[in-house]
């Protein structure tokens, strides 16, 4: 059993690992969120690659928080069609699906990727 929050979510995003593997036609679209900022990653596991890589910081935002997230989402999805990639598979990274991660997926789409 994990004791903290770090630890549960660890042990959720080996399980998620486990089961989702991106290739370099349906890439992993994967999250990091840490205090100060989020990261997306496009990623192919066969070759073990980064195709694309957004963050908040890189956007300049002041603060992370649901627009910046969204932006962000927004962006991978730009830097992704440059790539070449309109399919992704998507990696939560152990995070709940609501609040930053959801606006980071709901950017994504808007911006033109499927997942």
Same mark, same amino acid.
């Given at each position: 059993? =994990?004791?903290?929050?770090?630890?549960?979510?660890?042990?959720?995003?080996?399980?998620?690992?486990?089961?989702?593997?991106?290739?370099?036609?349906?890439? @992993?679209?994967?999250?990091?969120?840490?205090?100060?900022?989020?990261?997306?990653?496009?990623?192919?596991?066969?070759?073990?690659?980064?195709?694309? =890589? =957004?963050?908040?910081?890189?956007? /300049?935002?002041?603060?992370?928080?649901?627009?910046?997230?969204?932006?962000? /989402?927004?962006?991978?999805?730009?830097?992704?069609?440059?790539?070449?990639?309109?399919?992704?598979?998507?990696? @939560?990274?152990?995070?709940?699906?609501?609040?930053?991660?959801?606006?980071?997926?709901? /950017? =994504?789409?808007?911006?033109?990727?499927?997942?």
């Amino acid at each position: 059993m =994990a004791t903290n929050n770090v630890q549960r979510r660890t042990r959720i995003r080996r399980g998620i690992r486990n089961k989702i593997s991106g290739t370099s036609a349906k890439p @992993r679209l994967s999250i990091f969120k840490s205090n100060r900022a989020i990261y997306a990653q496009l990623i192919d596991d066969e070759k073990g690659h980064t195709i694309a =890589a =957004a963050s908040s910081r890189e956007l /300049g935002a002041a603060s992370l928080n649901v627009d910046a997230s969204r932006q962000v /989402g927004e962006k991978i999805a730009e830097k992704a069609k440059t790539a070449g990639v309109e399919v992704v598979v998507f990696d @939560r990274g152990g995070y709940l699906y609501h609040g930053k991660v959801k606006a980071l997926a709901d /950017g =994504a789409r808007s911006g033109g990727l499927k997942f």
